[in-house]
């Protein structure tokens, strides 16, 4: 079964309007970490935002807020007030046990439009 | 502060040749790990060292080995390429090897051609 479950392959959005992707994953552990990345064409996978699986209360950073659903075990991104320099892939990870280990669903590519 | 640094940022190497990649983690982070992407594709984890020892590693065949010197600095050998080694290979830095470290960066990658 598929850990992290990405179901959008690409959506548009209109500048300046929000936008929610979609996560879903899969784990047995009690403990684990839920991180959102951005990566432009260049290639570099940059950190959005990080949810603990213990953090009562949806992390947020700056225009990134992770809507946390633990019992549905869902862990969407929405931007808000969404910027021509949004337009990338994004991709949801977990983090099961110790370590680095990162396992990363296949990712959404958002398009905004002017 | 200077992010994760890889080097080189792209290259071209032949089939059955040797690579070695290389990548410095953040200042203070003893973490290091590898992934591929694939193009079109989530990456996929290689190897996560910690301390110079190695804490994980993913499912990737013996032509792929790693190590992490006393700087924390690690590099990344891919023996015999084969044309579906061709990836943007991405090193990771945290500060730690466990739960704590609630934050791991990315370098640029470096970008591989098989031909």
């Known amino acids: 079964a598929q850990k992290i479950t990405q179901t959008q392959p690409g959506m548009f959005v209109q500048e300046k309007e929000a936008v929610t992707l979609d996560c879903t994953y899969d784990?047995?552990?009690?403990?684990?970490?839920l991180f959102w990345y951005k990566q432009p064409s260049s290639g570099e996978m940059i950190f959005l935002i990080y949810?603990?699986?213990?953090?009562?209360q949806n992390a947020t950073e700056g225009r990134y807020s992770l809507n946390f659903q633990k019992a549905r075990k869902s862990a969407n991104l929405v931007i808000s007030a969404s910027q021509l320099g949004d337009s990338a892939m994004y991709f949801c990870a977990m983090r099961e046990r110790a370590g680095n280990m990162l396992t990363f669903g296949g990712g959404t590519r958002l398009m905004v439009k002017p | 502060d200077a992010g994760v640094t890889q080097s080189p940022t792209h290259l071209i190497k032949t089939r059955g040749q040797h690579v070695t990649l290389r990548c410095s983690p953040i200042s203070g982070h003893k973490s290091v790990s590898w992934y591929q992407q694939v193009l079109g594709q989530g990456p996929q984890f290689i190897f996560q060292?910690?301390?110079?020892?190695?804490?994980g590693r993913g499912n990737f065949p013996d032509r792929f080995s790693a190590r992490q010197f006393p700087n924390y600095s690690s590099e990344l050998n891919v023996n015999a390429l084969l044309l579906g080694d061709s990836a943007l290979y991405l090193c990771?830095?945290?500060?730690?090897?466990?739960?704590?470290?609630?934050?791991?960066?990315f370098g640029e990658g470096s970008w591989l051609t098989v031909v």
């Open positions: 784990t047995s552990d009690q403990s684990y970490g």
């Open positions: 949810q603990g699986s213990y953090d009562e």
């Open positions: 060292y910690y301390e110079k020892e190695e804490r």
């Open positions: 990771a830095s945290s500060g730690s090897g466990g739960h704590s470290g609630n934050t791991i960066y």
